[in-house]
T-cell receptor
Framework: SAVISQKPSRDICQRGTSLTIQCQVD?????MFWYRQQPGQSLTLIAT?????????ESGFVIDKFPISRPNLTFSTLTVSNMSPEDSSIYLC????????????FGQGTRLTVV | AQSVAQPEDQVNVAEGNPLTVKCTYS??????LFWYVQYPNRGLQFLLK??????LVKGSYGFEAEFNKSQTSFHLKKPSALVSDSALYFC???????????????FGTGTQLKVEL
C-alpha cells in the first residue's frame, strides 16, 4: 500500500483567498485523484491529476476554480481559488495503480473552513 | 451510470453483537466492490474488496462482506462489534468494463456506525 502525506491537515481561510493543498506519495503511482467531501456527504471526484498534462475535471468542476498540478509520479497539488464559505469541505488526495481491480488509497484529508 | 446506495445513515449496535452495514449497487457490467472506513479527522482506510471468486470476502479488523449478485448487494458484516469500530463506513463500486465513467470509483453516501457498551 502507498503512504500518502497530505498537508495542511486543516486551515481556516478568509473568503476571496486561495489555498494550495499538497499530496506526497512514498512511491510512484499511476493515478492521482482529488476528492471533495462536503459536511455530512459522500466523496465527490473533483479531477484526475495527470502527470505532465492538464488535469481531467469532472462535471461541475473547472480549472480556474481548482487548478491542479502534477509535476511527477509522486506529487500533486490542488488549489482552491477565490474561496467562499461554500468551499468549506474536506479535500482528499487519492492514489491508484490504474488497475481496475485494485483499491484506492487516501491521504488523511485537508479540512478547510472558509470564513 | 454506476451508483451505490447505503440506505441507512446510521446503525447502532451494542458491543459484542453482530453488525451489518448495507450496500446495494448498480453497474452496467460486473462490479468491483470496496468498503472503506473513515475515523474522525482521518482519510479513508481500505477494509476489503470483492473482485471475483468466493462471495464471502474477509478483510481488516475482523470485517467481512458478502457479495450477492442476484440482489446486487455487498453488505458489510462483523460477528462481534467493538466500540472502536464506531466510524463512518463507505461502500464503493467500479465497473469492470470501461464505460463513459472511465472506471472511476463511485461512493455511497456513507453509514455512521455507533457501537455502544
Amino acid at each position: 500500500s502507498a503512504v500518502i502525506s497530505q498537508k495542511p491537515s486543516r486551515d481556516i481561510c478568509q473568503r476571496g483567498t486561495s489555498l494550495t493543498i499538497q499530496c506526497q506519495v512514498d512511491s510512484q503511482v499511476t493515478m492521482m485523484f482529488w476528492y471533495r467531501q462536503q459536511p455530512g456527504q459522500s466523496l465527490t471526484l473533483i479531477a484526475t491529476a495527470n502527470q505532465g498534462s492538464e488535469a481531467t475535471y469532472e462535471s461541475g468542476f473547472v480549472i480556474d476554480k481548482f487548478p491542479i498540478s502534477r509535476p511527477n509520479l509522486t506529487f500533486s497539488t490542488l488549489t482552491v481559488s477565490n474561496m467562499s464559505p461554500e468551499d468549506s469541505s474536506i479535500y482528499l488526495c487519492s492514489v491508484e495503480q490504474g488497475i481496475t481491480n485494485t483499491e484506492a488509497f487516501f491521504g488523511q484529508g485537508t479540512r478547510l473552513t472558509v470564513v | 451510470a454506476q451508483s451505490v446506495a447505503q440506505p441507512e445513515d446510521q446503525v447502532n449496535v451494542a458491543e459484542g453483537n453482530p453488525l451489518t452495514v448495507k450496500c446495494t449497487y448498480s453497474v452496467s457490467g460486473n462490479p468491483y466492490l470496496f468498503w472503506y472506513v473513515q475515523y474522525p479527522n482521518r482519510g479513508l482506510q481500505f477494509l476489503l474488496k470483492y473482485i471475483t471468486g468466493d462471495n464471502l470476502v474477509k478483510g481488516s479488523y475482523g470485517f467481512e462482506a458478502e457479495f450477492n449478485k442476484s440482489q446486487t448487494s455487498f453488505h458489510l458484516k462483523k460477528p462481534s462489534a467493538l466500540v472502536s469500530d464506531s466510524a463512518l463506513y463507505f461502500c464503493a463500486v467500479r465497473d469492470r468494463v470501461g464505460t463513459g465513467g472511465g472506471n472511476k470509483l463511485t461512493f455511497g453516501t456513507g453509514t455512521q456506525l455507533k457501537v455502544e457498551l
